[in-house]
């Protein structure tokens, strides 16, 4: 379906916790071309290994039917392995801003770098905003001006049709 006020050329896909897990999910997943960047926030990079370094297992357990050890899910269709962003990092094309919190422990900060490596090591533009003094959430006055005006340059970075 076609909408006439979406600019194809200046879509950009933004997400924090379970939406960060989704630009990870979408780098990998979405068509090509469909986003001309993404930022995840404090997101998951792999199922498996956010699920060991969590504050909290309930969702995930609810989410995936079980923990990821039992024999159920060692299958390839299982949620553990079918839905873990990590899976189709030789996919990830998508410019993407990661910005994650030193003190989350919902997503731990290995999540972040773990997603900035992938982007580096693929040769995908990318930016790693750290905040050391964060958790899950930006909650700092000078670091959401901070967080706001990095995600802002690097939306405009991305879709400013005047440069290309």
Known sequence: KEYPWIDPHRVVGLGGSYGG????????????????????????????????????LFFK?????????????????????????????????TPTLVIHGAKDYRLVESEGISTFTAL????????????????????????SMVWHETILKWIHTWTDTTQQ
């Open 21 to 56: 897990y989704t630009s990870n999910w979408l780098n990998g997943n979405a068509p090509d071309g469909m986003f001309q960047a993404l930022v995840c926030h404090c997101g998951t990079f792999d199922m498996r290994s956010s699920y060991y370094a969590t504050d909290e």
């Open 61 to 93: 357990e609810t989410e995936c039917g079980g923990p990821p050890y039992t024999d159920q899910h060692k299958s390839p269709d299982s949620p553990w392995n079918a839905f873990t962003p990590s899976a189709k990092v030789n996919d990830w094309k």
């Open 120 to 143: 580096q090591r693929r040769g995908v533009p990318s930016e790693f905003l750290y905040l050391p003094t964060e958790n899950h959430h930006c909650l700092n006055p000078q670091n």
